[in-house]
Every structure is written in structure tokens, then in C-alpha cells.
T-cell receptor
Framework: EAQVTQNPRYLITVTGKKLTVTCSQN?????MSWYRQDPGLGLRQIYY???????DKGDVPEGYKVSRKEKRNFPLILESPSPNQTSLYFC???????????????FGEGSRLTVL | AQSVTQPDIHITVSEGASLELRCNYS??????LFWYVQSPGQGLQLLLK??????LVQGIKGFEAEFKRSQSSFNLRKPSVHWSDAAEYFC????????????FGSGTRLLVRP
């Protein structure tokens, strides 16, 4: 089954304790991205990756890191989490971003993170 | 600046009634336009998209949307709402520039009365 898998789905942590949210897709997609969803703000892009070893900042990259060592995986790293990073996080992937099949993002089920 | 506006935060309709969710965008050129749906506890699922051609686009689950360039709008419609349509709906625009991102609206939550 084609899917984007995120782990963990739920996490409560404390300020300053490093954490990683994993994301894996089995569709051989080149493009992957992380979004955070906050009430009244919709989804905002944190980082994206066009291919292996190619990553770039989105709209709200502060406090986050990513890596793309393999095509299927795109982990989101919070080196020193703070309470303002409490949010619902989504990983998404796409075969391509332009053309008639572009823009169709496949989303994971989300990871709800609480930072105390 | 590029932006997407969904003016209705909540909409409540009765089951069987028609539905229209509004979306307006601000973009430098003709964008790619999308509607996504998010059911409770789930990720987002693509309902439909517009790239070019016919301005009336058909999607899944009986939804359609119409692109109106003169109004910079891409409203989502359904002739008869089912209880299972209760969800949050997001309009999105892009990608057309080097940032390769979709710009999402803030969402409209649909409630369905029995």
C-alpha cells in the first residue's frame, strides 16, 4: 500500500530534550516536505527536499533541522524543543511538483507534539 | 505576496443540502489550485486540482470546483452533502516558483446537521 509513515504519532516532551520525528514513504517520490499545522494558520512549510542530499528552508524553519540521506526517509529533528514548537506535524511527499501530476501531495497521518 | 484566503472558518449545513466553500488567492500568474480534505485525526487527502483547461474541475466524493480568473477564486461545491463530509477543507495554490511549496489557506471546518 502506498503510504507516508510518520513516527511517533503522539509525543510529550520537555524543553531542551532533543527529538526526531521520522518520515518514510514507499512511493519512490523525489519531493518530500514537512509542515506544521496550527489553529487558524493552516499548514506552514518547515523544510522541503527535492531529492537526496538536497534540502531547503520553507516558511518556518527556525528551530528545526532535516536530512535526506536516502530517498525514502526525511526525518525532522528538533535539537532543543521549545513550547512554541507544540504543534501537529505532517510529512508529505510527491512524485514531482510541476506538470499535470505535480502538486499532488501524499500526507502522513500527523505527529502531535507537545513541549512542556 | 502569494496568499490564499478562506473567509469562512466554520460552515454548518444540513445533510442533503448543497455546499459551497470559498477560496480566494493572490498570485503573480495563473497558479495551480488544489482542494484538500482533512478528516479528524487524519492527514490531508487531495479532493481535486486545477492546472489548465476546463475551469470546472471534478474531484472525488462528488466534489467539484470552478476556477474564476476574473475573481481570483476557486470555490468548492457539492450538490448534496453527506454526514461523512464533515471535515476540514483546505484550499492551496502553487507551486510555481523555486520554493516548490504549496501555500495553504487557514481551512474551513464543515459541520453537517442530521
Amino acid at each position: 500500500e502506498a503510504q507516508v509513515t510518520q513516527n511517533p504519532r503522539y509525543l510529550i516532551t520537555v524543553t531542551g530534550k532533543k527529538l526526531t520525528v521520522t518520515c518514510s514513504q514507499n512511493m519512490n517520490h523525489e519531493y518530500m516536505s514537512w509542515y506544521r499545522q496550527d489553529p487558524g494558520l493552516g499548514l506552514r512549510q518547515i523544510y522541503y527536499s527535492m531529492n537526496v542530499e538536497v534540502t531547503d528552508k520553507g516558511d518556518v524553519p527556525e528551530g528545526y533541522k532535516v536530512s535526506r540521506k536516502e530517498k525514502r526517509n526525511f526525518p525532522l529533528i528538533l535539537e532543543s524543543p521549545s513550547p512554541n514548537q507544540t504543534s501537529l506535524y505532517f510529512c508529505a511527499s510527491s512524485l514531482q511538483l510541476t506538470g499535470t501530476s505535480g502538486g499532488t501531495l501524499f500526507f502522513g497521518e500527523g505527529s502531535r507534539l507537545t513541549v512542556l | 505576496a502569494q496568499s490564499v484566503t478562506q473567509p469562512d472558518i466554520h460552515i454548518t449545513v444540513s445533510e442533503g443540502a448543497s455546499l459551497e466553500l470559498r477560496c480566494n488567492y493572490s498570485y503573480g500568474a495563473t497558479p495551480y489550485l488544489f482542494w484538500y480534505v482533512q478528516s479528524p485525526g487524519q492527514g490531508l487527502q487531495l479532493l481535486l486540482k486545477y492546472f489548465s483547461g476546463d475551469t470546472l474541475v471534478q474531484g472525488i466524493k462528488g466534489f467539484e470546483a470552478e476556477f474564476k480568473r476574473s475573481q481570483s477564486s476557486f470555490n468548492l461545491r457539492k450538490p448534496s452533502v453527506h454526514w461523512s463530509d464533515a471535515a476540514e477543507y483546505f484550499c492551496a495554490v502553487g507551486p510555481m516558483d523555486s520554493s516548490y511549496k504549496l501555500i495553504f489557506g487557514s481551512g474551513t471546518r464543515l459541520l453537517v446537521r442530521p
